[in-house]
C-alpha cells in the first residue's frame, strides 16, 4: 500500500487537474453556444440556396465552369479539423478518413497525377506534413477567424482553379454537426456540382417540375446562383467543424472531470486505509512497549 505522502501528492495532482478540466469544459460551452447558433442560423440559408439551384431544371446540359466533369488528372482533399487538442476523436477521425483517402486517390489516379491537400486546422497540417506524396497547403488560421470573407476568399481561390483546369475534383473532408455529443464524419464531393438529375434522390421521379419564368436567362440565373451556392456551402462546412469541435472539447472535458471525481475518491478511500493502518501500527507499538516494561 502507497505511504500517505505519495496518496497526499496524488490527490493535490487529481484535483489540480480536475479544476483545469472543469474549466476548459466551461470555456468550451460558452464557444460551442455561440458557434451553434451561428451553425443554426446558416444552414437554412445554405440549404434554401441549394434548393434554389436544384429547382432550376438544367436538362443534364453544363451551364456552368464549375459542373465540368473531367478525367482525375488533379485532385484537391480540404481537410478541416482544429488547432487545439483534448476534444477527443474529434481530429483523429479525421485525418485517419483523410489518410484513407489519399490511400485511395493515389492507387486510382494515373501515376503522374498531382494530389493537392488544403489543410484547415494544426492538427491536419502537422500529421500530413510527414506525407510526401501530396502537396499540402495550409490555412490554420481560418479557424482563428472564420469569418465568412475568410471562408469566402479561399473557397473563391479553389473555384478559380477548377475553373482555369488547374483542379478536376475537390472534395471535403470534415465532422458535421449533429449535436453537442454527436458528430457525424463527412466526406463532401463539393466540386464539380452534381446536377439535381444525376444526384439519386428518392423524391425526383415523383416530384413535379416548378413553372418559373426566368429573368433574365436561365442560364444567367445558374451562372450567379452556382458560386454564391458553392460559397455558402464551403462556410457551412466549417462552421460545422467549429460548432462540433467545440462540443467534442465540451463532452471531452466533462467525462475527464468525472474520471477525476471518481478517481479521487479512489484516492481518498486508499489514504484512510492508510492513515488507519498506521494509526493501528502505532498503537500496536505503544501497547507493546508497554507490555514490555510491565515485563
Not at 238 to 252: K, P, Q, W, Y
Request: include cysteine; aromatic fraction near 6%.
Amino acid at each position: 500500500m502507497a505511504n500517505l505522502k505519495e496518496v497526499r501528492t496524488r490527490i493535490a495532482s487529481v484535483s489540480s487537474t480536475q479544476q483545469i478540466t472543469s474549466a476548459m469544459k466551461m470555456v468550451s460551452a460558452a464557444k460551442f453556444r455561440r458557434a451553434q447558433n451561428a451553425i443554426i442560423g446558416m444552414r437554412p440559408y445554405a440549404n434554401q440556396l441549394n434548393e434554389i439551384v436544384d429547382d432550376i431544371d438544367t436538362g443534364g446540359d453544363v451551364l456552368t465552369p464549375f459542373h465540368a466533369v473531367r478525367p482525375l488528372r488533379t485532385v484537391l482533399l480540404v481537410v478541416v479539423t482544429s488547432n487545439k487538442g483534448l476534444c477527443g476523436a474529434f481530429n483523429s477521425n479525421v485525418i485517419k478518413l483523410a489518410q484513407q483517402r489519399i490511400d485511395h486517390y493515389r492507387q486510382t489516379m494515373p501515376a503522374d497525377g498531382t494530389l493537392q491537400v488544403i489543410s484547415i486546422g494544426k492538427k491536419s497540417s502537422e500529421m500530413l506534413a510527414h506525407r510526401k506524396d501530396i502537396h499540402l497547403i495550409t490555412h490554420d488560421e481560418l479557424f482563428d477567424d472564420p469569418s465568412f470573407d475568410n471562408v469566402a476568399a479561399l473557397a473563391d481561390g479553389i473555384m478559380k482553379q477548377f475553373e482555369d483546369k488547374m483542379v478536376d475534383h475537390v472534395e471535403i473532408i470534415y465532422n458535421q454537426f449533429k449535436n453537442s455529443l454527436t458528430q457525424i464524419l463527412t466526406t463532401e464531393q463539393w466540386l464539380p456540382v452534381v446536377p439535381k438529375d444525376l444526384k439519386g434522390s428518392k423524391d425526383l421521379k415523383d416530384s413535379k417540375a416548378n413553372d418559373y419564368i426566368y429573368e433574365p436567362t436561365k442560364e444567367d440565373i445558374v451562372r450567379s446562383m452556382v458560386p454564391l451556392t458553392l460559397r455558402s456551402t464551403f462556410y457551412r462546412m466549417v462552421l460545422d467543424s467549429l460548432a462540433s469541435e467545440h462540443g467534442a472539447r465540451m463532452n471531452a472535458m466533462q467525462n475527464a472531470t468525472d474520471n477525476a471525481d471518481e478517481l479521487l475518491k479512489e484516492l481518498r478511500l486508499s489514504y484512510n486505509k492508510a492513515r488507519q493502518a498506521s494509526i493501528t501500527n502505532e498503537i500496536i507499538e505503544i501497547v507493546s512497549g508497554s507490555e514490555a516494561l510491565k515485563g
